[in-house]
């Protein structure tokens, strides 16, 4: 499935709260959820794009835990192709 539509800069928020070593889920999602919420958009969608990245699916178990299992290294980069495919 594709990527959903997100403005690229929000794809990169992620990245940086990851890089930072919020990588608890509940920081993590809190982190997420402020930083999308005051770009105006909605974290849910925000989880979604970060999921589709991170895994190619729409459906997980629970995000944090998804990214954790996945590992950190393996996350970024995967996050840094969607970030490229966006660019």
Same mark, same amino acid.
């Given at each position: 499935?594709?990527?959903? $539509?997100?403005?690229?800069?929000?794809?990169?928020?992620?990245?940086?709260?990851?890089?930072?070593?919020?990588?608890? $889920?509940?920081?993590?999602?809190?982190?997420?959820?402020?930083?999308?919420? $005051?770009?105006?958009?909605? &974290?849910?969608?925000?989880?979604? &794009?970060?999921?589709?990245?991170?895994?190619?699916?729409?459906?997980?178990?629970?995000?944090?835990?998804?990214?954790? &299992?996945?590992?950190?290294?393996?996350?970024?980069?995967?996050?840094?192709? &969607?970030?490229?495919?966006?660019?």
């Amino acid at each position: 499935e594709g990527l959903p $539509s997100v403005p690229y800069g929000l794809l990169q928020v992620p990245r940086r709260i990851y890089r930072a070593g919020y990588t608890r $889920s509940g920081r993590a999602s809190q982190c997420l959820s402020e930083k999308s919420d $005051s770009r105006g958009w909605k &974290a849910g969608d925000l989880f979604m &794009a970060i999921r589709v990245a991170a895994t190619g699916r729409t459906a997980t178990p629970p995000l944090f835990d998804t990214l954790v &299992a996945i590992g950190y290294e393996r996350t970024l980069e995967r996050l840094d192709a &969607a970030i490229e495919r966006l660019g």
